[in-house]
């Protein structure tokens, strides 16, 4: 089955920096690739996602990019700010298996001020 | 407001108890999740349902029922053969994915502790 690895595992960054999230996945089928943002004590919300077939996308300050060719996908936040701290969360998806995601472990993200 | 709803927030259990966790969405859509989430870890998923009076069991099923009479409604028993059953979670809903995958929508959560 799909396995998914997240780095880091805590990510400190000044505001106005960027920060870089990276995953890997282990099942080439995969062929779709969210990102969420948990807020403490809240549910996941989606922020951004990717499908097989394109190589990046970008949304304001957040972009996502795909490597087919060596399974893993990164997303980038650009001038980072105060309420980006969270914790966020790749997955990856085989829709063949219906729509199962795999998570990463996630990634507390800290910007300070 | 459409949404996802899980009730109650915070949930006490003794042990050997069993408890039913509440999920309900208004987003008419076809598929729903569990997951369960531990500290430091990625979210687990406990069972899920494509169709109404169908579900399969996720990768951390034992321990777990569920049940999807109504499209609108899936809701979680943590029975007392859970050995471990303190946790955070979550309820997810989707439209039915066809060979894409489609945007997973998450509840508040509950959280659940074994006194």
């Known amino acids: 089955g799909e396995n998914v690895e997240q780095h880091p595992s805590t990510l400190s960054v000044q505001e106005g920096d960027s920060a870089v999230i990276k995953c890997t996945y282990s099942?080439?089928?995969?062929?779709?690739f969210p990102w969420y943002k948990q807020e403490l004590g809240k549910g996941p919300q989606l922020i951004i996602d990717?499908?097989?077939?394109?190589g990046e996308k970008k949304d304001q300050r957040i972009a996502v990019t795909l490597n087919k060719t060596a399974k893993h996908f990164s997303l980038h936040i650009t001038e980072t700010q105060p309420e980006d701290s969270a914790v966020y969360f790749c997955?990856?998806?085989?829709?063949?298996?219906?729509?199962?995601?795999?998570f990463g472990a996630g990634t507390i993200l800290r910007v300070k001020s | 407001d459409g949404g996802i709803t899980q009730s109650p927030k915070y949930l006490f259990r003794k042990e050997g108890q069993n408890v039913t966790l509440s999920c309900e969405q208004n987003?008419?859509?076809?598929?729903m999740y569990w997951y369960r989430q531990d500290p430091g870890q990625g979210l687990r998923l406990i069972y899920y349902?494509?169709?109404?009076?169908?579900?399969q069991k996720g990768d951390i099923a034992e321990g777990y029922s569920v049940s999807r009479e109504k499209k609108e409604s899936f809701p979680l028993t943590v029975t007392s053969a859970q050995k471990n059953p303190t946790a955070f979670y979550l309820c997810?809903?989707?439209?039915?994915?066809?060979?894409?995958?489609?945007?997973?929508?998450f509840g508040p959560g509950t959280r659940l502790t074994v006194l």
């Open positions: 997810a809903s989707s439209v039915t994915p066809g060979l894409t995958g489609s945007e997973q929508f």
């Open positions: 099942d080439s089928a995969s062929n779709y």
């Open positions: 990717i499908r097989s077939n394109v």
């Open positions: 997955a990856a998806l085989v829709a063949e298996y219906g729509n199962k995601l795999v």
């Open positions: 987003l008419n859509h076809d598929a």
């Open positions: 349902s494509q169709i109404v009076n169908d579900f």
